[in-house]
């Protein structure tokens, strides 16, 4: 993998750096090494890549569906070519394990075989009008061009995500990717659609920061849509903006997922599942269970074993095969997840397992004694911290789990399918999975959040909804009598 080459700003169909005056360093979280070094970008190339996809969009929306079927297609199996390298790079960059970042690829690769579909899914109506004579057609048509912010968790990911449904709608697109994964998040994707055939200027990556550019990416007249993925706190902001300046927003934001385990669930499964649930990624996803929920006449078991499975976790270097949990991104991170849980131990919590921390890798660690109404509870874990509580009656696991801003995912764990849906549905969330984990994403099943979670959805058709808008032209083939003739 070409490392200089990625550590530029993509603009314009052009690989070069930016014009800021900043330099922003790119590091391995782990190990603190460097892996590029980037010129940023100032607001004058932030307005050069937004007009350059201005620009190709018109062309590219014209272009005939099966040739941009081709695109995705390519891209597929460009990814599919360069697994081993890729996960090198998220490995490298975003402290992944191999096990995550073949996750991830896969999710990737799923992401693009469903956007190749999308351009010859995109339809029209014809529909009555009560006007004698006449027609209305109603024309599905894509939005322009949409601005892309990325997080740093599954950047290779949750950018796709956004950007390859956009480009399949007929749309333009400017990414700018967190400060933390400029590669895998931002130019490596320019980089795959360059091979894939994607016309020069359409997609465009600016690698900055937000002391930078303040609010311009968010402000430019250009873009119609605006997609961030990320805490709930910026969301909000990139919301409001977004209203301001008549944007449409598409906000996929944070989570507080609770994992209820029923008085008559497989124990040994629902271990494994909160297992995965929690400590996938060192808990850095948004769908990451932070609230474990048990019935307490199986709780004492249920901790047992849990506690026993995650202490076994091996942690440290990511790029070792062995390895379950690694660094968080930065150590930022790491001082406010400690000192979150030692707020919550002074508060009360008890601590069932907690080692020290190493670096930027959080050792995982497993709390009880926490009610919902603490400050812990409420907010989102993003590292291996989890809390264990109990309940006593599906009512309270449903109140329980509601009671919180969050509305992301959740899982229900019980032999008793049917009641498992029940509490399901009784659930403020966008997802919940009845017997399996809280962390899942499909290529055609809508993806989103309720309350602060979020707005809006992403995936399959849902993606179409968000990543275009409708004309309605009418078409009168006789002659109207008006009222003033």
Not at 263 to 289: N, P
Not at 460 to 478: A, K, M, R, Y
Request: with cysteine; proline share 5%; glycine share 10%.
């Amino acid at each position: 993998m070409d490392i200089a080459k990625l550590a530029k700003q993509h603009i314009a169909g052009q690989w070069r750096s930016g014009t800021g005056e900043k330099t922003l360093v790119d590091r391995n979280p782990f190990n603190g090494e460097v892996l590029g070094e980037f010129t940023v970008a100032a607001t004058s190339d932030i307005d050069e890549a937004y007009r350059a996809s201005a620009e190709a969009q018109l062309a590219w929306a014209e272009t005939n569906a099966y040739a941009k079927r081709t695109v995705f297609e390519n891209a597929a199996r460009i990814v599919g070519e360069r697994f081993g390298e890729i996960t090198e790079l998220i490995i490298a960059e975003v402290g992944g394990t191999a096990l995550k970042a073949g996750f991830e690829i896969g999710l990737v690769i799923d992401a693009l075989k469903e956007a190749a579909t999308l351009p010859l899914r995109i339809e029209g109506m014809i529909l009555p009008s009560p006007v004698d004579d006449t027609e209305n057609f109603v024309y599905r048509k894509p939005v322009g061009v949409v601005g892309v912010i990325s997080p740093f968790n599954f950047p290779f990911f949750l950018t796709m995500k956004c950007v390859a449904p956009a480009l399949a709608t007929g749309n333009g697109v400017v990414v700018k990717p967190h400060e933390e994964t400029p590669m895998t998040g931002g130019t490596l994707l320019a980089e795959i659609f360059e091979e894939a055939g994607l016309p020069s200027g359409l997609l465009n990556v600016t690698v900055t920061e937000i002391p930078v550019i303040g609010d311009y990416f968010l402000e430019h007249p250009v873009p119609r849509v605006l997609a961030f993925t990320g805490s709930s706190a910026v969301g909000r902001h990139v919301g409001e903006v977004a209203a301001k300046y008549f944007k449409k927003a598409i906000l996929e934001l944070g989570g507080n997922s609770a994992f209820i385990v029923c008085d008559d669930a497989d124990l040994e499964y629902a271990v494994d599942a909160a297992v995965f649930s929690r400590f996938t990624h060192q808990g850095q996803i948004c769908m990451s269970a932070n609230r474990i929920m048990v019935h307490s006449s199986v709780a004492a078991e249920f901790k047992e074993r849990f506690v026993a499975k995650v202490a076994a976790l091996s942690t440290g270097d990511p790029a070792d095969p062995a390895t379950v949990v690694g660094p968080l991104i930065n150590n930022r991170q790491v001082v406010a997840l400690e000192g979150q849980v030692d707020a919550a131990v002074s508060a009360g919590a008890r601590t069932l397992l907690r080692g020290t921390a190493e670096g930027n890798v959080v050792p995982p660690v497993v709390l009880e004694g926490v009610s919902v109404k603490d400050d812990i509870a409420r907010a989102e874990l993003f590292g291996p911290v989890v809390l264990v509580m109990e309940f006593d009656s599906d009512d309270e696991a449903v109140a329980m789990a509601n009671d919180t801003d969050y509305g992301l995912s959740g899982a229900v764990h019980t032999k008793d399918l049917a009641r498992g849906v029940r509490i399901a549905k009784r659930i403020q969330t966008g997802m919940v999975h009845v017997n399996d984990t809280t962390i899942a994403d499909e290529p055609i099943v809508p993806f989103g959040g309720e309350k602060h979670s979020g707005l809006g959805r992403l995936n399959g058709q849902s993606s179409i909804d968000e990543l275009t808008t409708t004309q309605w032209i009418s078409v009168n083939h006789g002659r109207r009598i008006y009222p003033y003739q």
